[in-house]
């Protein structure tokens, strides 16, 4: 059994290390018909751009999970996850004076990440009309790229201290289910 078990953690290290060496993905592509913003807030990093567009909430989202879900290199499937914060993070993570009536991340666990913000005027006064064009929404994405010798580094030390404290736990339960037993006889 505990040959199996080696052979099964093995592989899976393997694998882990194969996902983890994968290339960054490039900036996010935009959504089709979109236009994109030159507002010097919007300009400030090549890590962040913002975006006019009549796509909703859940196009845009859609949009960027289709371009994320695949490696860009070997089109392998990548564990993809949405998480959901609420708009008043939007000028923690974003930037401040942000505005946002929506604000996700699409995640690569131990890798990278995008996060999507929208903001969709509700008040007439928010209209947002740019280049004889009246949009639904301006959305910002901002790309958190990962360093591949920092992700490695952690995925070694995941994968050494796996085992450890495997063991450690299998020990003290153990260790807990005498100690019951001796209470108990």
């Known amino acids: 059994?505990?040959?199996?078990?080696?052979?099964?953690?093995?592989?899976?290290?393997?694998?882990?290390?194969?996902?983890?060496?994968?290339?960054?993905?490039?900036?996010?592509?935009?959504?089709?018909?979109?236009?994109?913003?030159?507002?010097p807030a919007d300009t400030e990093t090549s890590l962040r751009r913002a975006y006019f567009t009549n796509y909703t909430r859940e196009e845009v989202i859609e949009h960027y999970l289709k371009q994320m879900k695949r490696s860009p290199i070997s089109n392998i499937p990548l564990p993809t996850y949405r998480l959901n914060y609420p708009p008043e993070e939007a000028?923690?993570?974003?930037?401040?004076?942000?505005?946002?009536t929506f604000l996700e991340e699409i995640v690569h666990p131990l890798r990278e990440s995008v996060f999507v913000n929208g903001f969709e005027p509700k008040e007439s006064k928010d209209t947002i009309f740019i280049d004889g064009r009246l949009w639904r929404q301006k959305i910002i994405i901002r790309y958190i790229p990962s360093n591949l010798f920092v992700r490695i580094v952690i995925g070694v030390l995941i994968l050494i201290l796996t085992p450890i404290i495997f063991r450690s736990g299998e020990q003290n339960l153990k260790t807990f289910v005498d100690r019951l037993k001796g209470d108990y006889a």
Not at 4 to 23: D, E, H, M, N, W
Not at 91 to 100: E, L
């Open 91 to 100: 000028q923690t993570i974003i930037r401040d004076q942000t505005r946002s």
């Open 1 to 39: 059994m505990g040959k199996l078990v080696r052979i099964i953690y093995f592989l899976f290290a393997l694998i882990f290390l194969g996902y983890l060496s994968l290339p960054n993905f490039e900036f996010p592509k935009p959504p089709p018909d979109s236009l994109q913003s030159n507002e």
